[in-house]
C-alpha cells in the first residue's frame, strides 16, 4: 500500500513542486496539501495521513506548535519538519516536541522520500551534521528542566500532588473524586490548579511532566 502524505508549506509553488516530484515514488501517495498551519491541523484530523511533511515558519500555527498540537490531541500520523533555516536551536525544539523527522528543504528528493519511508516504519531521521549538537543541546536542556521541575512543583500544594499522582497512575477524574472523597468538580479545580501552575496545557503534559521530573511516586497496579 501508499505511504499517504500530506504537504505542509506556506509557498504554494513550493508545495505543488513538491507533490509533483513526490509521487514519482511508486510507494507514495500526496493525499493534500496546507499552506498554513490551522488549515494543516484540519485536514490531517480529517485526512489522517500517515506522514505530514511540514514547514518550520508558516502562518498561524508555525511547524513546531503544529506538531505540539498533533500530540496534544494523540493524532499518529507521523511528522517530517522540513525547514530552510539551519538553526540548530530550532532542531532541538522540534525534537523536544516530538517530531519523527527534520530535514533541510538543500535535501535532495531522494533523501525526502527515505525519511518518509524510515519515519512509517518508527525511525527517527536527524542530519548526521546537526546530531552533535543536538544532543549536547538536550543534556544540557535536561539539566536545567530537572531544577526547573522541582521549582514549579514546589507550588503544588499535597491535595494537588495526591491528584496529580492518581492522574499518573491512569485513574479519571470520577475514579480520583471516589478515593479522595471529594466531588468531580473539586478533581477538576484542582487539575486546573495543576496545570496552571506547571505551566502545561492539558493533563497528558501534567502527567508527561510530572513522570520526567520525578514528582510523584508513579503507583503501579497490582498484578
Do not use: W
Not at 513546531?64 to 499518529?76: G, N, Q, Y
Request: glycine residues 6%; hydrophobic residues 40%; contains cysteine.
Amino acid at each position: 500500500m501508499s505511504i499517504r502524505v500530506l504537504v505542509v508549506d506556506n509557498q504554494q509553488l513550493f508545495t505543488e513542486a513538491m507533490r509533483t516530484l513526490l509521487e514519482l515514488e511508486e510507494d507514495i501517495e500526496v493525499v493534500g496539501e496546507a499552506y498554513d498551519g490551522a488549515t494543516a491541523l484540519e485536514k490531517i484530523r480529517s485526512v489522517r495521513p500517515d506522514v505530514a511533511v511540514v514547514d518550520l515558519r508558516m502562518p498561524g500555527l508555525n511547524g513546531i506548535e503544529l506538531v505540539e498540537r498533533m500530540k496534544s490531541d494523540e493524532i499518529s500520523t507521523k511528522t517530517i519538519i522540513l525547514t530552510g533555516t539551519t538553526d540548530n536551536e530550532f532542531l532541538t525544539r522540534a525534537v523536544e516536541v516530538g517530531v519523527d523527522g527534520y530535514l533541510t528543504k538543500d535535501c535532495a528528493l531522494g533523501e525526502l522520500a527515505v525519511a518518509i519511508r524510515k519515519v512509517v516504519s518508527g525511525e527517527t531521521v536527524i542530519p548526521s551534521g546537526q546530531l552533535k549538537h543536538l544532543l549536547r543541546s538536550l543534556a544540557d536542556r535536561k539539566r536545567r528542566d530537572l531544577s526547573t521541575g522541582a521549582h514549579l512543583a514546589s507550588f503544588l500544594t499535597p491535595r494537588e500532588k495526591e491528584v496529580l499522582r492518581l492522574l499518573v497512575a491512569g485513574k479519571s477524574n470520577e475514579r480520583i473524586a471516589r478515593e479522595l472523597y471529594i466531588s468531580q468538580n473539586t478533581v477538576r479545580t484542582h487539575i486546573q490548579n495543576i496545570l496552571s501552575k506547571l505551566s502545561v496545557h492539558s493533563k497528558l503534559e501534567a502527567v508527561a511532566f510530572a513522570v520526567r521530573h520525578d514528582i510523584v511516586e508513579v503507583e503501579r497496579e497490582p498484578t
